[in-house]
């Protein structure tokens, strides 16, 4: 019976085995509630077992667990079987699991790389149209013609000169101007929507190693003002030029000057000092010279950071007179190998022409004689006698030789008179034949200012020989202010009737008088009027200058100009601006003579050793030029010193107090002892004088003319020499006896202990007592120690 059952119980079994094996999990899955019991009703059913190669839940043996001995020990084998089996299928559900795992990580794999694909497409895209837009202009410019980003390269693809042009403009893409627009010299030319134009093109090179470039913005609308910004930060080189900046900057990347017209001015109220150019020079071999029609605004590190940025703007005073019906802005760049080739082929060649046998005495005598400046800060304290006594003062010191004596405007009653005071020298035309027969020359001072106060102020109004009023049909004429004069008008030299009347005025003195020659004191820009307007428009109020110099040129004898914007014709010197005496005062003297040689004026004349004036304690809320200053008592005796011996190497030496003023026996040695220097230097200074009326080179000139690439040379700014000839380094600070010395390349004989020294190198801690100052002869290069 049990068999049977048995038999039975395997049939019905094998009715139930589901193929292939690894089905039976989801068949049992949906029909498991068939084997299982009332009481296990709610137990989750068990994993089947395999039993005689068939698998089975383990329902039935609970079902069934009366089987015999013979089907226990069955079961036991089954389950056995099963556990073994289960075991050696283990490895392969890791490897799949892995394989999944592998199947992943390849997924990540290319859906990061399908990425990447699609970015550097996009990103290739991207390039590829900043190329397009980013395009070549004349082999080395770079121009970005939506963001306007340029760049200059040099012939190794270097960064010579970068910068945004246009950066009063949006960012928006222009497109070519329309042919009526185009130039017929080739330029290439952009216009952004109806704003601006810009054209480009290839410029005329003052030699074979240079090369140019010219950029015009032409607004296009009135209150759009072209400006655009270059980077002169430290890392893209040292710029200089400009003039003289109102903190005394020789590195113009040091400066801080908000945008303003580019005019000349008074350094104590205004951005810029008495003598410009427009023309600026990188160290790394880039030059930018601007146009002189153009309204040019300039500023330096303002707060669009480390740039020089240069506007066209007209305004209300300096860029009145417009010379085109909206703004424009146009300037070249030039590059060359090196700072001092590209300098060097920039200058204005050969002062020659024109010049006299005269004039060309002229300059000698003021390299080889003192300049006598008569001190007399007020009109009563210049007389016959003070001149008379002064210059016997010089005759005693029996050292130094006689030269110019030069009597300030004080020779007159009122600015404006040119006439002397007969009360204040009534025999003057003696005096002067007594100066002149014991080696002295003798120099008035004239301006263009005419006092209302002076008789000659209604003469020059009949005739309309003044600047006028604007828009007043030259009926008004237009007042401005001048030194001590709080009221004056100014003669309009561009009126051909101005000339003559002037001359004639000029002669009437000399039929007096034998005067040698004038110095010629036409303030700044500042003091022309504010509405001022001549018989013929000026670009800016410093056209005056240029218009005075071309038109008494042969009709007055000139050796100085107080101010200027272009080289005046010599035996001209330009003067630096007056100076405060004091420490800070002669510290600024260097600088100065650096910064006026680098924008092309070879001819400087220094103010007086010891300083011109002495500045006010109290703040003044005007301009200082419209104020006559006590001159300065007498200096500080280490002040006048240091200054003396500074002065002792500069082309033009200068006096006001005299070194026997002192009554010093010390003041007095040091004096004389300079004075030898004086004449060891003197060949030094004429023959770099011809070096440039030849080729427009200063005299005095920055260290980095010798050696364009020791950057070493760049940022001095308390040594400077003469020609390529000597090192001067005075002691500029009060109380020092000692200072770091740099000597470019080379072999340099000290002016102190006549020993030699290589170039190339620091010299620390040098020793210079206060009888002392150091300097360095340059010695021919085969020199041997």
């Known amino acids: 019976m049990v068999n049977q059952c048995s038999v039975q119980r395997e049939c019905e079994m094998e009715e139930f085995v589901v193929e292939p094996k690894y089905a039976t999990f989801s068949h049992f899955g949906q029909t498991g509630n068939?084997?299982?019991?009332?009481?296990?009703?709610?137990?989750?059913?068990?994993?089947?077992?395999?039993?005689?190669?068939?698998?089975?839940?383990?329902?039935?043996?609970?079902?069934?667990?009366?089987?015999?001995?013979?089907?226990?020990?069955?079961?036991?084998?089954?389950?056995?079987?099963?556990?073994?089996?289960?075991?050696?299928?283990?490895?392969?559900?890791?490897?799949?699991?892995?394989?999944?795992?592998?199947?992943?990580?390849?997924?990540?794999?290319?859906?990061?790389?399908f990425l990447i694909i699609v970015f550097l497409v996009g990103y290739a895209y991207v390039m590829y149209n900043q190329k397009l837009l980013a395009k070549s202009y004349f082999e080395s410019i770079k121009f970005h013609k939506k963001t306007r980003n340029f760049r200059l390269l040099d012939g190794k693809g270097g960064e010579l000169l970068t910068g945004v042009l246009g950066t009063s403009l949006n960012i928006e893409q222009p497109y070519n101007c329309l042919p009526k627009d185009l130039k017929d010299d080739g330029s290439v030319c952009y216009e952004w929507n109806s704003k601006a134009r810009l054209y480009m093109n290839l410029a005329k090179s003052p030699g074979p190693d240079i090369k140019c470039y010219s950029f015009q913005w032409e607004s296009l609308l009135a209150d759009l003002y072209p400006?655009?910004?270059?980077?002169?930060?430290?890392?893209?080189?040292?710029?200089?030029?400009?003039?003289?900046?109102?903190?005394?900057?020789?590195?113009?990347?040091?400066?801080?000057?908000?945008?303003?017209?580019?005019?000349?001015?008074?350094?104590?109220?205004?951005?810029?000092?008495?003598?410009?150019?427009?023309?600026?020079?990188?160290s790394r071999g880039v030059a930018i010279q601007v146009d002189e029609k153009t309204p040019l605004y300039v500023s330096v590190n303002t707060d669009s950071g480390k740039r020089l940025c240069l506007q066209g703007k007209n305004d209300k005073f300096a860029f009145v007179n417009q010379q085109t019906r909206f703004p424009e802005l146009k300037y070249t760049v030039c590059?060359?190998?090196?700072?001092?080739?590209?300098?060097?082929?920039?200058?204005?060649?050969?002062?020659?022409?024109?010049?006299?046998?005269?004039?060309?005495?002229?300059?000698?005598?003021?390299?080889?004689?003192?300049?006598?400046?008569?001190?007399?800060?007020?009109?009563?304290?210049?007389?016959?006698?003070a001149i008379y006594n002064y210059t016997e003062s010089i005759i005693a010191l029996g050292y130094l030789r006689l030269g110019h004596v030069l009597v300030n405007e004080f020779w007159q009653r009122t600015i404006g008179d040119f006439r002397l005071d007969s009360e204040r020298f009534p025999t003057l035309d003696e005096?002067?034949?007594?100066?002149?027969?014991?080696?002295?020359?003798?120099?008035?001072?004239?301006?263009?200012?005419?006092?209302?106060?002076?008789?000659?102020?209604?003469?020059?109004?009949?005739?309309?020989?003044?600047?006028?009023?604007?828009?007043?049909?030259?009926?008004?004429?237009?007042?401005?202010?001048?030194?001590?004069?709080?009221?004056?008008?100014?003669?309009?030299?561009?009126n051909n009737a101005s000339i003559p009347w002037l001359a004639e005025q000029l002669k009437k003195i000399s039929e007096t008088v034998e005067i040698d020659s004038y110095f010629v004191d036409f303030g700044?820009?500042?003091?022309?009027?504010?509405?001022?307007?001549?018989?013929?428009?000026?670009?800016?109020?410093?056209?005056?200058?240029?218009?005075?110099?071309?038109?008494?040129?042969?009709?007055?004898?000139?050796?100085?100009?107080?101010?200027?914007?272009?080289?005046?014709?010599?035996?001209?010197?330009?003067?630096?601006?007056?100076?405060?005496?004091?420490?800070?005062?002669?510290?600024?003297?260097?600088?100065?003579?650096?910064?006026?040689?680098?924008?092309?004026?070879?001819?400087?004349?220094?103010?007086?050793?010891?300083?011109?004036?002495?500045?006010?304690?109290?703040?003044?809320?005007?301009?200082?030029?419209?104020?006559?200053?006590?001159?300065?008592?007498?200096?500080?005796?280490?002040?006048?010193?240091?200054?003396?011996?500074?002065?002792?190497?500069?082309?033009?030496?200068?006096?006001?107090?005299?070194?026997?003023?002192y009554r010093d026996e010390t003041v007095t040695v040091i004096a004389k002892e300079l004075a030898d220097i004086r004449q060891r230097v003197l060949p030094l200074l004429e023959r770099f004088s011809s070096?440039?009326?030849?080729?427009?080179?200063?005299?005095?000139?920055?260290?980095?003319?010798?050696?364009?690439?020791?950057?070493?040379?760049?940022?001095?700014?308390?040594?400077?020499?003469?020609?390529?000839?000597?090192?001067?380094?005075?002691v500029l600070k009060k109380g020092e006896t000692v200072r770091e010395v740099y000597l470019p390349q080379g072999v340099w004989k000290d002016g102190i202990d006549e020993s030699l020294r290589k170039g190339s190198r620091w010299i620390h801690n040098y020793h210079v007592p206060q009888n002392k100052v150091a300097y360095f002869i340059k010695m021919p290069d085969n020199t041997r120690f």
Not at 36 to 52: E, M, Q, V
Not at 339 to 356: A, F, V
Not at 367 to 385: F, N
Request: include cysteine.
């Open 34 to 113: 068939l084997f299982r019991t009332k009481r296990r009703s709610s137990i989750a059913p068990l994993p089947a077992l395999r039993l005689n190669d068939k698998e089975m839940m383990s329902n039935d043996f609970d079902t069934h667990s009366v089987l015999s001995n013979q089907a226990s020990i069955t079961s036991v084998n089954s389950l056995a079987s099963l556990l073994k089996e289960k075991m050696q299928n283990v490895p392969a559900i890791i490897r799949k699991k892995k394989r999944e795992t592998k199947d992943y990580k390849l997924r990540v794999f290319v859906g990061m790389l």
């Open 227 to 282: 400006t655009d910004c270059f980077d002169v930060s430290e890392e893209r080189g040292f710029w200089y030029g400009g003039g003289l900046t109102k903190g005394i900057e020789y590195i113009l990347g040091k400066a801080t000057i908000p945008a303003g017209p580019f005019v000349t001015g008074d350094i104590n109220m205004h951005q810029w000092g008495n003598a410009l150019k427009r023309y600026f020079l990188n």
């Open 691 to 730: 070096i440039a009326m030849d080729e427009g080179l200063p005299i005095i000139r920055p260290l980095w003319m010798l050696d364009s690439t020791d950057v070493n040379c760049f940022s001095i700014d308390d040594e400077f020499s003469i020609g390529d000839g000597m090192i001067v380094a005075p």
């Open 335 to 385: 590059s060359g190998p090196d700072m001092k080739t590209l300098h060097n082929g920039l200058m204005q060649k050969s002062l020659w022409d024109g010049l006299t046998e005269r004039d060309n005495d002229v300059i000698k005598s003021l390299l080889r004689e003192p300049v006598w400046q008569i001190p007399a800060s007020k009109q009563e304290d210049l007389t016959e006698v």
């Open 431 to 494: 005096t002067v034949n007594i100066l002149h027969r014991r080696g002295f020359r003798v120099s008035f001072m004239i301006q263009p200012f005419i006092s209302t106060e002076s008789s000659n102020f209604r003469e020059a109004v009949a005739k309309k020989l003044l600047i006028f009023e604007r828009e007043s049909e030259r009926s008004i004429p237009a007042l401005t202010r001048y030194k001590s004069t709080t009221s004056a008008g100014v003669l309009d030299v561009t």
């Open 524 to 661: 700044t820009a500042f003091n022309i009027p504010r509405y001022y307007q001549c018989s013929q428009t000026l670009v800016n109020p410093d056209e005056y200058k240029n218009y005075f110099m071309e038109r008494f040129e042969g009709t007055l004898s000139i050796f100085g100009v107080s101010s200027a914007i272009s080289v005046p014709r010599p035996p001209a010197f330009l003067s630096l601006p007056p100076v405060n005496s004091s420490w800070s005062g002669l510290q600024s003297i260097i600088p100065t003579m650096l910064s006026y040689g680098i924008i092309g004026f070879p001819f400087l004349m220094p103010g007086p050793v010891g300083g011109d004036f002495v500045l006010p304690t109290q703040q003044l809320k005007k301009m200082y030029s419209y104020y006559s200053f006590e001159l300065p008592p007498l200096p500080d005796k280490e002040l006048y010193i240091r200054w003396l011996q500074l002065a002792t190497f500069l082309p033009v030496l200068r006096f006001t107090h005299l070194p026997s003023e």
